[in-house]
């Protein structure tokens, strides 16, 4: 009997049966669209039996035959053009398919829809996962048209509104909290994305979908989104990115596939990137080789402009491809030889240094006559020289300048020095570590053997001063008084020694430690003072408010920071206005933010809102943190913040620590570290069995603490606690413990 025979003897029930079949049909094919496990689009026909197929075309074509007069429900027809539509995709009928889809569409729409016998609640959540289902089948209809279109700009027309309803079909599964059918559809939006060559967009996303498919996608699902971050990547011009992570999707494509020679085409899209990015890769590095070669051969002496866009160059070159602590030492550089050679007036975080004349002789920082601290290299000369002073203990605030003074000022100035009897004076700066207390290598710097070697010299014609900068380090790195016993006895032992002196540096808050050094070893039958007395006491202090506009006019007249005198009349207030005293730290800070932000009037300053310096010091230090790369900034923010506490000090860490604190791995941290100690951000203690990290001015921890480093460490808190829980559901599998493993590796901590 033909289907138009069948039809024709139809009874009333035969319409109930017809419109169960399209609903029954319609349920069955939604299921297996919300089946996570199913990653390839299907038709209809793949998706029922034959049986099925057979009785569901019979039932539409009664429906259209025999039941015109009769009207189906909004639920009926929504169901009906939502196979259709299907039908139609399938067989490349684009413009009916979306006709059928739209309808369908407006109909799941409305909110006045009412399923008998269920709660509001469910009934809202089906609808919503219906509309979710047809707005994800209309942008495939506009992804197939942006493909088969031959004009650009209809392409792209076609695929940003794909795009669109991928959007919103993700939108609407995320709102009823279904994250395994987001992780399902989440890739086509990729695809389309990778369409509109929009890379940045694309990398977020993967990054999105990678959290998603760890959890909930299969191995070809992970492999695509390294895909897409390689691709992302490459388009970014980072090379060595892109190339680590195409390896990475063509290993994970390997395994998902079991057999290595049955290749597919996703897999021959990561060996094409992975090609083009190690090609790209290897013309980065001639150039890189090229440019460190053209460094090393240019003298800033002679050709500085040549010199600085060589640095320019490798700084850019080196942040492109995530050489962050490389990019940050060769910005370092550059700094310095633009501060040396009069570009610019200010240094910023980083301690003054000795600069040099045209012919490469050493002479004094020319903020340190600028600054009137030329006075005091003078009367600390002076003391050096003399016989009554064998200790000299530079005391002072955190950032008042002390390490400036030395660098940049004393230090060269002892190297210009002569004594009455032609006798030279040798300045020998030494860190404090407990690696002279634990090393006893003789070929490094322990105790006993600089001790050993000042004392075979001690008949040589020179005067050999000992200049321990932040000596404050000796009390963090060793708590207890038997740690810091033998550096206490090896000063002693120094200061014995004729031809030896001792300079101290050290802030205020530590000065009473120096009464257990002269307990301990009877320090004043060495010294021939009191070792808190004024013989050896010297006091540097901030800059008087009054002196600190001329030190600003003078370190900038010869540069091309051009401030116009009403700015630094409001700057010099605003920097005083706390202690009525500037800090030169602060100073330094602030006047470098001010040229990079190329603020030389009021007006501009102004511009900055209520609180202009509070601004500049927190875009100095978002510099500092945007210098470790946009994939390692929330990790640098937590980094500083962990280096820091509720009291104000500056704590004494390992990388091992951090990593372990923010549960990453220690590869990252020292990434992180790596900059900002480059920066001059944060000071690399050396010590055994592992060096540790302390920042390097009390005067960033408020700047620090500012940056809402508690609310990120609740914030990843939390995040551990999710994805702990997460692992635990998982099964045990050493793909996703690799996976995983990358994940962190290649992204975000957070």
Not at 176 to 187: P, T
Not at 419 to 441: K, Y
Request: aromatic share 8%; with cysteine; hydrophobic share 40%.
């Amino acid at each position: 009997m033909t289907n138009q025979e069948k039809s024709e003897n139809l009874t009333p029930s035969n319409y109930l049966t017809a419109i169960n079949i399209i609903e029954d049909c319609a349920n069955k094919i939604l299921a297996h669209i919300f089946d996570p496990n199913i990653i390839q689009f299907q038709n209809n026909s793949d998706i029922l039996s034959l049986r099925e197929s057979q009785l569901l075309a019979i039932a539409i074509e009664d429906l259209k035959i025999n039941y015109k007069s009769k009207k189906l429900s909004p639920l009926q027809t929504a169901n009906l053009d939502f196979i259709l539509g299907r039908d139609n995709y399938a067989n490349s009928q684009i413009e009916l398919a979306l006709t059928h889809f739209k309808n369908s569409q407006a109909i799941w729409q409305n909110d006045t829809i009412i399923l008998p016998g269920e709660i509001a609640t469910q009934q809202r959540n089906n609808q919503l996962e219906k509309l979710g289902a047809v707005q994800f089948q209309i942008g495939l209809c506009y992804y197939h048209l942006g493909n088969s279109n031959s004009q650009s700009k209809q392409k792209n027309n076609y695929w940003q509104q794909a795009k669109d309803n991928f959007q919103e079909s993700l939108d609407l599964f995320s709102q009823i909290d279904r994250q395994e059918i987001v992780a399902k559809f989440i890739s086509k939006k990729g695809e389309v994305l990778q369409k509109l060559e929009a890379w940045n967009d694309l990398y977020n996303l993967a990054q999105e979908a990678l959290d998603l498919h760890l959890t909930y996608g299969k191995e070809e699902q992970i492999a695509q989104d390294y895909g897409f971050l390689a691709e992302a990547a490459m388009h970014e011009s980072k090379w060595a990115h892109a190339s680590q992570l195409a390896e990475l999707a063509v290993a994970i494509q390997n395994q998902s596939l079991g057999d290595p020679l049955e290749i597919g085409q996703d897999q021959n899209s990561y060996l094409s990137i992975l090609t083009e990015s190690q090609q790209s890769l290897n013309e980065w590095q001639t150039t890189i080789n090229q440019l460190e070669k053209a460094r090393r051969q240019t003298n800033p002496h002679h050709d500085l402009q040549s010199y600085l866009s060589i640095l320019k160059a490798l700084r850019k070159l080196y942040f492109e491809q995530d050489k962050y602590g490389k990019s940050a030492r060769v910005k370092e550089e550059q700094l310095k030889i633009e501060y040396q050679y009069g570009l610019r007036a200010f240094l910023g975080i980083n301690p003054l240094q000795a600069q040099q004349d045209s012919n490469g002789n050493v002479i004094l920082a020319r903020e340190i006559e600028a600054s009137g601290r030329l006075e005091d290299v003078n009367k600390l000369v002076a003391r050096i020289k003399s016989e009554d002073h064998k200790l000299i203990v530079l005391y002072g605030a955190s950032g008042v300048g002390k390490t400036s003074l030395l660098n940049g000022g004393l230090i060269p100035a002892l190297l210009e020095e002569e004594l009455d009897d032609n006798q030279v004076i040798l300045p020998i700066p030494l860190r404090v570590h407990t690696d002279w207390i634990r090393n006893s290598d003789p070929t490094t710097w322990n105790l006993e053997y600089v001790l050993e070697t000042l004392v075979k010299n001690n008949q040589k014609n020179n005067l050999k001063v000992l200049i321990l900068d932040q000596f404050e380090e000796l009390f963090t790195v060793c708590p207890t008084i038997n740690q810091r016993l033998p550096l206490y006895q090896f000063l002693h032992d120094c200061l014995s020694v004729n031809s030896v002196k001792v300079i101290l540096s050290m802030q205020t808050d530590y000065l009473h430690y120096l009464l257990e050094w002269e307990r301990q070893t009877n320090l004043e039958a060495v010294i021939n003072h009191e070792v808190l007395s004024k013989e050896t006491l010297y006091y540097i202090s901030n800059f008087e408010v009054n002196t600190t506009q001329e030190i600003i006019k003078k370190l900038t007249e010869t540069t091309q920071l051009n401030l116009e005198s009403d700015l630094v009349e409001q700057v010099v207030k605003d920097l005083s206005a706390t202690e009525n005293t500037v800090r030169p730290i602060e100073l330094q800070v602030v006047g470098n933010q001010l040229q990079i932000e190329e603020i030389s009037n009021i007006k501009k300053y102004q511009k900055l809102g209520d609180n202009p310096l509070q601004k500049l010091r927190r875009k100095f230090l978002d510099t500092a943190i945007k210098d470790c790369g946009f994939i390692n900034e929330r990790t640098a923010t937590l980094v500083l913040y962990l280096l820091t506490n509720e009291n104000g000090t500056r704590l004494l860490k390992t990388s091992v620590e951090l990593a372990s604190d923010l549960s990453t791995q220690t590869s990252k941290i020292d990434l992180v570290l790596d900059v900002l100690v480059a920066q001059g951000l944060v000071l690399l203690l050396p010590d055994l069995p592992d060096n540790k990290y302390q920042l390097a001015h009390d005067y960033l921890i408020p700047l620090i603490r500012e940056q809402e480093g508690d609310k990120l460490i609740a914030e990843l808190e939390l995040e551990r606690d999710l994805a702990q829980n997460k692992l635990l559901q998982e099964r045990p599998n050493n793909f996703f413990d690799k996976a995983i493993a990358s994940m962190f590796r290649w992204m975000r901590v957070d």
